[in-house]
């Protein structure tokens, strides 16, 4: 059923999500030199996928503040990643609300390169999933992703996310070219995590 949600800004959040290796918490405006560090590290891994690979730091900083007044407002759910083991951060996750009346939301993310292929992403995505399902009552938790983009569509993959199908030729890539788009998505009543690693 559709739900009443008159005032999205009283919902209650979190001050963080703890994981097994990594934390999830709200974007700070003094996340600004880590943010900016991470995609100067990561540009080539970035530029692909991403709009704001070689932006400047007058538009991060921007999109900073906007993403910290949108916690507050509830418009979308803007986290940094942070690295249990180093206190550093490492990336950015976002849950975007698609509409709180029928509890749909979107994950998008990314992480600097150094800090890629130790499932800390995978991880991220669980305890926010776990967040929308457990505590925001979400029916419906979607990840999209460029066709061409092999590890972002691994990680649904590999969290037993199920393919809806691919949208052909539905967006442009930040090069222009049109590219089609791979959806996945973990509604309500799907099993959680059966494909996921035992120790987590
Ligand atoms: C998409 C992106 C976040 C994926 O990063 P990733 O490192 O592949 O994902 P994870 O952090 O979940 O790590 C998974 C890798 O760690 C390995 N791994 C190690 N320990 C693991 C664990 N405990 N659990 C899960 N995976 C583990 C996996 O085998 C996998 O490695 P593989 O690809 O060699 O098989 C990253 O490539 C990225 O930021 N890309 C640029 C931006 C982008 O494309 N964003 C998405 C736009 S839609």
Redesign the pocket.
Known sequence: MQREVPYPSQIPLFDELIGE?VIVRPHRLDDFDELWEAIQQ?RD??R???PFADQSEEQLRDWLAHVVAKWITRELLGMGIVERATGHLI?NIGLMVRGWNIGSFEI??????S???????????RLVTDFAFDHLDANRVM????AE?A??A??PQ?LGFTPEGCMRRDFAAPNGAIRDTLVFSMIRDDPRWPA??A??
């Open positions: 290796r990561s891994e970035l692909p996928w991403l990336g998008g993310y990314w992480q600097r390169t800090a890629a292929g130790h499932g800390y992403m995978s991880e991220a995505v990840i999209r992703c460029d983009n590890r972002s691994a990680v590999r996921a690693p120790s987590h």
